[in-house]
């Protein structure tokens, strides 16, 4: 079993930056993708950002340029480093660890980014 814990996160203006980390429990003998997604009220938990095993990036259109994924394999870490914030990107935050290979799929408690002045 691998537990997901979240830290970050908070109150910060228009323009502020936070830094999201997640880290897993235990080890792994395969790496997994690592992603961050997030939920704001009344909408659909959306794709933010993942890092595939082989290092792939991606990220949703709307923080492109504004937030950048990494990862700590040694320490099964995932960082998310927002930067340039919205009130738009108020939202919950989880991340997430999948190993499609074996079918499993984690999720860190959630975390909440509020960005107002």
């Known amino acids: 079993q691998v537990q997901l814990v979240q830290s970050g996160g908070g109150l910060v203006q228009p323009g502020g930056s936070l830094r999201l980390s997640c880290a897993a429990s235990?080890?792994?003998?395969?790496?997994?993708?690592m992603a961050w997604y997030r939920q704001a009220p009344g909408k659909q938990r959306e794709l933010v950002a993942q890092?595939?095993?082989?290092?792939?990036?991606d990220y949703a259109d709307a923080v492109k340029g504004r937030f950048t994924i990494s990862r700590d394999v040694n320490k099964s870490t995932v960082f998310l480093q927002m930067n340039s914030l919205k009130p738009q990107d108020t939202a919950v935050y989880y991340c997430?660890?999948?190993?499609?290979?074996?079918?499993?799929?984690?999720w860190g408690q959630g975390t909440q980014v509020t960005v107002s002045s």
């Open positions: 997430n660890f999948k190993w499609t290979y074996f079918g499993l799929d984690y």
């Open positions: 235990g080890s792994a003998v395969r790496i997994p993708t």
């Open positions: 890092i595939t095993s082989g290092a792939d990036v």
